[in-house]
């Protein structure tokens, strides 16, 4: 069993910052790409940054220069941060990783969401 669990959503003001992070546990052996997608009412999940395991990263460009994708392996940890929030950076966020278990089984795990909502 894999879990994925997303933090530190919340209420900010435009031109705010916030930090999310995302971890993963359990039958882990290897994480390759940790990605961060995000979903605003009534619009499609997009695609935000993605890290490989190699530290390489990219992001779209609604957000390129404003976000900061980095990764913590010792901890299966993925953060995001979010500078210069704009009105329309308000979405629910996920977490998204490709992860190996110890049967040598690669799969996509998805987190549950956080909230990021700006607002003046």
């Known amino acids: 069993q894999v879990q994925v669990v997303e933090s530190g959503g919340g209420l900010v003001q435009p031109g705010g910052s916030l930090r999310l992070s995302c971890e993963a546990s359990g039958n882990i052996f290897r994480i390759y790409d940790m990605t961060w997608y995000r979903q605003a009412p009534g619009k499609q999940r997009e695609w935000v940054a993605n890290i490989g395991n190699n530290g390489n990263t990219n992001y779209s460009d609604s957000v390129k220069g404003r976000f900061t994708i980095s990764r913590d392996n010792a901890k299966n940890a993925v953060y995001l941060q979010m500078n210069s929030l704009k009105l329309e950076d308000t979405a629910v966020y996920y977490c998204?990783?490709?992860?190996?278990?110890?049967?040598?089984?690669?799969?996509?795990?998805w987190g549950q969401g956080t909230q990021v909502t700006v607002s003046s």
């Open positions: 998204n990783t490709a992860i190996m278990t110890f049967n040598k089984v690669v799969r996509s795990y």
